[in-house]
């Protein structure tokens, strides 16, 4: 807490006298000097007031990690800062769904190829994940099977959440990030 | 020329130099663009951010500064942090279920390699062995069979 011999980290990297009511103080202490400096050559120390002002008090120790968090990714990276990190997992995130998309479509396989009204027309893995695009959701067809009904319909229907959580969420890039 | 000013320079109300920083990545025509960077990172930090970084990539880093700054406004406890952490959620997630599916493919082939694996024919084999050896052992009534 800040107070006349104290002053928190902020207040003495400004230079200023530490208020009792000091808004930064609570969460920038005088042992990690670091901490606001990074804060501040990124956002400002006043925008970063500004902020904390706008928000409810017991929000401002998450508010304040993740602007150290953004300056520090900002500081390592200072063209793309998070946005970096960001890219990369949405990245990894499509990767995974891919190959989701072909394991559903395996067992799908296999699972046909256990029916034998279907063993005639079974189709490749192909066909099975054009189907699901077309279709957009695959659960119909993990309906038709009574094999390991429960188990599988689970794990099918909680992939397709995945992936459908995924299609449907906001796509940050409009353009090419690396020119 | 007051007409030409980009988005940076009519927020702060003041001329736009022909050397602008601002100019080339915060049109006129996009006011909001510069508006947001403006109200979280400050006009002048922009600036300064802007110009330790070589030409060829300001435009990345502005555009890059743009989305963090609308992130946190849209979260303003979180920002961008709230889109890494629901990623990081979405690739455990997706990991899990690949693991789970794969298991069970595995677990499909493991069955059906059993179902093909004929047993009766081995065991045929093994008893035809057991009579080879019998018979030898035995030539009496190995006699009857040839």
Not at chain 1, 16 to 42: E, N
Not at chain 1, 122 to 145: A, K, S
Not at chain 1, 159 to 177: A, K, P, Q, W, Y
Request: charged letters at 15%; aromatic letters at 8%.
């Amino acid at each position: 807490m800040g107070s006349g011999n104290s002053p928190c980290a902020s207040c003495k990297l400004l230079r200023r006298r530490c208020a009792k009511d000091c808004i930064f103080a609570p969460y920038f202490p005088s042992d990690d000097p670091q901490k606001f400096a990074i804060v501040h050559k990124v956002f400002g120390a006043s925008n970063v007031s500004k902020m904390l002002q706008e928000l409810p008090i017991h929000q401002r120790a998450d508010a304040v990690s993740s602007l150290v968090y953004e300056a520090n990714a900002r500081v390592r990276d200072p063209v793309y800062g998070c946005v970096g990190a960001i890219s990369y997992l949405q990245n990894q995130v499509s990767e995974l769904q891919m190959q989701l998309a072909v394991a559903q479509a395996e067992i799908l396989c296999i699972q046909m190829q256990h029916e034998p009204s279907v063993a005639a027309a079974i189709p490749n893995p192909q066909q099975i994940m054009e189907f699901q695009e077309q279709n957009n959701n695959n659960n119909e067809l993990t309906h038709h099977h009574h094999h390991h009904h429960q188990y599988l319909n689970f794990a099918a229907a909680s992939s397709s959440n995945v992936i459908h959580d995924s299609l449907s969420r906001e796509t940050f890039f409009g353009h090419d990030m690396v020119s | 020329m007051i007409s030409g000013r980009c988005a940076a320079c009519k927020n702060q109300r003041r001329k736009c130099p022909s050397d602008c920083i601002f100019s080339p990545y915060f049109p006129a025509n996009d006011p909001q663009k510069f508006a947001c960077v403006h109200k979280i990172y400050g006009g002048s930090n922009v600036g300064k951010m802007l110009q330790g970084i070589p030409t060829y990539l300001r435009e990345q880093t502005a555009n890059a500064l743009y989305l963090e700054a609308k992130w946190r406004i849209h979260d303003p406890v979180y920002g961008s942090v709230g889109i890494i952490s629901s990623l990081y959620e979405q690739i455990k997630n997706a990991e899990i279920e690949l693991a789970k599916i794969q298991t069970q493919i595995t677990f499909y082939k493991l069955q059906t390699q059993h179902v093909e694996a004929e047993p009766n024919s081995e065991v045929l084999q093994s008893q035809s062995s057991n009579m080879e050896q019998f018979e030898w052992d035995n030539p009496t009534i190995a006699s009857w069979f040839n």
